[in-house]
């Protein structure tokens, strides 16, 4: 699969469409079995709260992933996606009932690359209105 957007096509500045993510802690358990990350500060509230921590957290990676899924669906090919990195710069507080919380992603394109037909994108994540994510960068190569 090759990614469904042209390189000709996208300029710096073009704004990816922004999407929302809920996280429940039910996610949370599901992502701990899957990554074998069981670290209970991500799913036992009295652990994570005598750790000094607000309530449980989303784990750093299942949040990075989520917030790239915003590029990949832009871009129509997870492989298009040749470099992402982040840094971890607040969690993402997760309380236990019906709603859990929710991450905020939005994305721009902030480089273009003519020889290698790549683009820089740039995300933005936040969850109750603080910043997740910081310098949080993707390279995508487009057709």
Known sequence: MTARISYDEVAVGTELPAQS??????????YAGASG?????HWNEKFAKEVGLPD????????????IRVVTDWAGDPASVVEYGVRFTKP???PNDDKGAVIEVSAKVAA??????????????????????G??????RLA
């Open 56 to 67: 449980v957290i989303a784990h750093g990676m299942f949040t990075m992933a989520e917030a």
């Open 21 to 30: 993510f809920p996280v429940t802690r039910a996610m949370l358990v599901q």
């Open 135 to 140: 310098m949080s960068r993707a390279t995508v």
């Open 37 to 41: 990350d069981f670290n209970p500060i």
């Open 92 to 94: 993402v507080v997760v």
């Open 112 to 133: 273009k690359d003519d020889e290698a037909r790549t683009v820089r994108v740039d995300l933005v994540a936040k969850s109750d209105g603080q910043k997740v994510l």
